[in-house]
């Protein structure tokens, strides 16, 4: 195992720097890192193959409320398919690196209009500064009213509707841009390959009539319901936490029901605590890293939360907002410099 592909915080300022992590020994991390790249093989064509097999189905059995049906669980498809890119950022589909990264700009970055070498800038930026000015996703929120909780339930509702009729794109599309534009650091031969690669999806749409399914079934649910999800995702990651945890860890694990695992939280993503501690470990051995986690006494006082309804209820209620109690372990273990964790939920 090459531990140089662990991204950490380790380069951050001293006061947001998160401590040695010694809650698992090296030998249990090493064999929870090492990677298995039949899994990803087989997640990214399970992933495509239901695409293709909704949009078809669909198609052939067209009513409306059938296509509000298969918007939904396309976008969930392709929140899955944003998962695994995600893997393919850390290194985490296959040994070889060359292969990992085109797999993840071919199959998993491109289709979803972004660049996986552009969105890794950003990603490995995130961990090491998390919850600072050097986080490029803190900063895209920092003054935003949308993440300031807690909110009221309409406020909350409001803000949710809106995503789930496109009014969320700009934000998305924000986002796509902020991405996009570390691609003028990669050689032309990328650039020329990848928009050669949306010419040639165009082109192919247009001379098989596909167009207009290529827009019903892919752009749409791109930018309605995946935004949708994508805001409940990340509200659950790193907002509506107790002021208490230190603003350079504030991150939460939620424990999905089996329909929110479905819908919100595909590929193990709700363990998001355990992948910031050890994101050398690759999506489908997150479970085994919890489960591990929970018999140390350290790690007792991490913020979990049962459901994404949980979450959303954290975010209305006065309760997370709660301040003033002892430094738990966890965070000492952590090398914060003060905090206490909200008991576990």
Known sequence: MNFATTITNNDAPEQYRWAEKPMLAKRELWELSQLQPWRSTLHILAEWTAVITI?????????????????MVLASRQHAIMILLHEG???RLFRNRKLNDWVSELFLAWPVLISARAYRANHIAHHRYLNTDGDPDWVRRKGDDAWV????????GKLMLGDLVGLGAIALLRLMKTVASRDTAVPRGFLIARYSYYT???SLAVWFHLLGALLLYWFVPLFTCLIFIFRIRSIAEHSALPPEIPMAARTRTTIPTPLERFLLAPKNVAYHLEHHLYPSVPFYRLPE????????????DAHITK???????EC??????RSGGKTGPFWTRLGMVSGTPATAK
Do not use: D, M
């Open 89 to 91: 950022t850390h290194y």
């Open 307 to 313: 459901s994404y309804l949980g979450v959303l209820r």
């Open 55 to 71: 949009a078809t189905l669909c198609q052939h059995h067209w009513h409306p409320l059938v296509y509000a049906l298969a918007v």
């Open 200 to 202: 040639a999806i165009l």
């Open 289 to 300: 890293l919890h489960a591990l986690l929970s018999w140390k006494s350290e790690f007792r």
């Open 316 to 321: 209305i209620g006065a309760r997370n907002l």
């Open 149 to 156: 909780f807690p909110k009221r339930p309409w406020q909350l």
